[in-house]
């Protein structure tokens, strides 16, 4: 290579590393999902198999059981999976705000919204929880193709919840102090990063920092510790075994089971069990 040609060459390697500095420099989302990604590099660990002793019985035999509870917490709802024919979503109102959310999810965005208040003398504001089938398709209008198809949003199950502070919403968010947080943290309130920054290619959508998803402890935690989407979670718990994760004093196994025949733990605190939107359900008991 001539010493004219070295020159060149060495300019537009130059130029390509200004302009990726200069990107990342502006672009508030990539800076912080770089950040927060080598950050979990650090701390990620996917819980393992473990041996639990179980017994078998029916979905139908376990409702009168009242250690465990049944709830929509676990459902994955994408255009692959979209919400089956007839589903009526479980609601309520979120502390006589007007806000409707899933049930499940009620108490945990309360503890969610005081943190943020208590951090940071902020308010944290809904901008959309629960919307109807009506509802959905009229955003569709108003977005076109950003928008989820009817059935395709996890609005309409009450389990997606936009939030905002003041000044700071939509992508602007994340440019905020609790937004960050809220990105950073929300896994321990039972909350997930719904579309996360770099997985596009999993969940079909682009990063949204203001959409949060509840799915619930233990399940939040470890997806949000080791950067993983609800479609890679699911797919992670392979049908029929329990997979052990420790966490705020508690041993959890959870398993992703299918058929009229469920696994049970012989010997369990509480135990929560939610349909997975797949054909099976997502089982998360407390064990001793």
Sequence with gaps: MSGKRRLIAIFILLAAITAAAAAFAFNAPLRFAVIDRLTRLGTAKLPEKIDVPTYETSVEDLISDPRISFDQSMML????????????????????????????????????????????????????????????????????????????????????????????????????APGKWINTNCGDYGFIIRYPYFKRSETGIPYEPWHIRYVGLPHSEIIMRNAMTLEGYIDFLDGGGYYGWQSGGKNWAVSRQSGGVLKIPESFISGKISPDNTGGYILTFEIA
Aim: one cysteine or more; proline letters at 3%.
């Design 77 to 176: 709802i994408n255009t692959d999976h979209p919400l089956p024919e007839g589903f009526i979503a479980d609601a309520a109102e979120y502390k006589e705000t007007g806000v409707i959310m899933n049930p499940c999810a009620v108490e945990s965005f309360g503890k969610l919204s005081e943190e943020i208040g208590e951090r940071f003398g902020e308010k944290l504001y809904v901008s959309s929880a629960f919307r109807s089938a009506k509802e959905q398709l009229e955003i569709i209008g108003e977005e076109g193709e950003t928008a989820q198809q009817v059935g395709a949003s996890e609005h309409q199950a009450g389990l997606g919840i936009d939030v905002y502070v003041m000044y700071f919403a939509g992508t602007g968010f994340i440019k905020s």
